[in-house]
C-alpha cells in the first residue's frame, strides 16, 4: 500500500524513534496514526537514548540522551483552506501527558520543518531539558507560510487554525494546552506578540527574536498587511503588555528591527531582553534559543518563579 499522503517519510525511522514518536500521537489525532520521525539537526536519527530523570508536573519523566524526537505529520486546514504541516519536538520517552507546552512560530519564507532545523530546536530543547536549564515541554511549530500569523483577506487565517485545529490535536494527546507559551522570530516573532496580545487568556510567556515590527503600514513589508485598515487592527507597537504575559525580546545590534525591537521591550515591559551584537539571521537566533527556551520554561513551571530581569 502506498503511503498516505498525509503521512511524508522523510527519513528512516529507528526502533526507538519510532516507538516515542508514533506512540504520543497515536491516541486519536484523526491525523496520520504513525506521523514519520524527520532527521535530527545533527543528521542522526530522530529520536534520543540514555538519559536522565527529571521531575515535571505530572510526576517524573526521562530525558534520553541525544537530540529530542521529532515527528510530522500534516493535515487539511480548514482555517487555511490548504495541507499544513505540524512538527512536534518531545524531550523526553513515551507519553506527554500533562507536559506545557511552547508553540514555535516561524519566519517569512520557512515552515514548520525548516523551524526545527534552523534553530536546532531538537537539539536545544533536550539539552535544557537534560540539564535542568528548563522543565521538560513540548515545542510545536506549524506552518504559517508567509500571512504574518493573523487572518486574511483572502481567508487565510493562521491565527483560527491554532486555535481550533492545532490546540485541540495536541489537547487530544494529553499536552496542557490552557495555558502556553510560544517563541517566534521575524514574522514569527511579531506573531508571537500578536498572539499574546490578542489572547491573553491562553498564552503566559512570548520570547521573541528580532520581531518584524513596522511604526507603519507605508514602511511594513509588500504582502504582510492587506491595507492600512488591517496594519492598524494587528499592531504590537504602542500597545501595553498584555495581562497576565510575561516577555523577553532579543534583536541584534545589526537587525534593521533593533530600534523597534527596543521600544516594544520598553513598552511590553520585558521582563528579560537581549540586546547584544549581531544580525537578522539564523546564527543570531540559534544564539538567542537557549535564554529562550529557559524563559519559557520558567513560565511554564508548575509554580512559576518570578522572571529574572536581565540587562540588555
Known amino acids: 500500500m502506498r503511503p498516505s499522503r498525509r503521512t511524508i517519510l522523510l ?28 532527521p535530527s539537526e545533527g543528521g542522526g536519527p530522530a529520536g534520543p537514548t540514555g538519559g536522565v530523570t527529571t521531575p515535571t508536573g505530572a510526576g517524573a519523566a526521562v530525558v534520553p540522551d541525544g537530540p529530542a524526537a521529532v515527528t510530522r505529520t500534516t493535515f487539511h486546514s480548514a482555517a487555511r483552506g490548504q495541507v499544513v ?28 520543518p525548516r523551524a526545527v532545523t534552523l534553530l536546532g530546536l531538537d537539539t536545544a530543547l533536550a539539552d535544557a531539558a537534560r540539564t535542568g536549564t528548563a522543565p521538560p515541554f513540548v ?18 487565517d493562521p491565527e483560527r487554525m491554532i486555535l481550533t485545529e492545532i490546540l485541540p490535536r495536541l489537547a487530544d494527546q494529553g499536552l496542557r494546552t490552557t495555558r ?6 521575524s514574522m514569527g516573532g511579531y506573531g508571537a506578540l500578536l498572539l499574546a496580545q490578542r489572547h491573553p487568556d491562553l498564552v503566559t510567556a512570548v520570547a521573541a527574536s528580532s520581531p518584524a515590527l513596522w511604526r507603519a503600514y507605508g514602511a511594513s513589508a509588500p504582502g504582510a498587511f492587506d491595507s ?16 497576565g ?4 525580546i532579543d534583536c541584534g545590534q545589526s537587525d534593521p528591527f533593533y530600534a523597534v525591537s527596543r521600544q516594544a521591550a520598553s513598552e511590553l515591559a520585558a521582563t528579560e531582553q537581549g540586546f547584544g551584537p549581531g544580525g537578522h ?24 518563579p518570578p522572571p529574572r530581569p536581565t540587562a540588555g
Request: aromatic share 8%; glycine share 12%.
Open 245 to 248: 504575559v510575561t516577555y523577553r
Open 228 to 243: 492600512a485598515t488591517d496594519f492598524a487592527a494587528h499592531q504590537v507597537l504602542g500597545e501595553p503588555p498584555a495581562p
Open 180 to 185: 502556553f507559551a510560544a517563541i517566534g522570530w
Open 139 to 156: 515545542a510545536v511549530t506549524v506552518d504559517g507560510s508567509e500571512a504574518y500569523w493573523h487572518p486574511r483577506a483572502s481567508g487565510d
Open 11 to 38: 527519513a528512516v525511522p529507528t526502533a526507538v524513534a519510532g516507538a516515542i514518536g508514533g506512540a504520543w500521537w497515536a491516541r486519536g489525532s484523526g491525523d496520520a496514526a504513525a506521523p514519520a520521525p524527520i
Open 85 to 112: 504541516s505540524m512538527v512536534v519536538v518531545s524531550p523526553v520517552v513515551g507519553s506527554v501527558d500533562g507536559l506545557p507546552l511552547c508553540l514555535v512560530l516561524h519566519g517569512r519564507g520557512d515552515d514548520a
Open 281 to 304: 539571521d539564523p546564527v543570531y537566533w540559534r544564539a538567542a534559543l537557549p535564554a529562550q527556551l529557559a524563559f519559557v520554561g520558567r513560565a511554564l513551571a508548575p509554580t512559576a
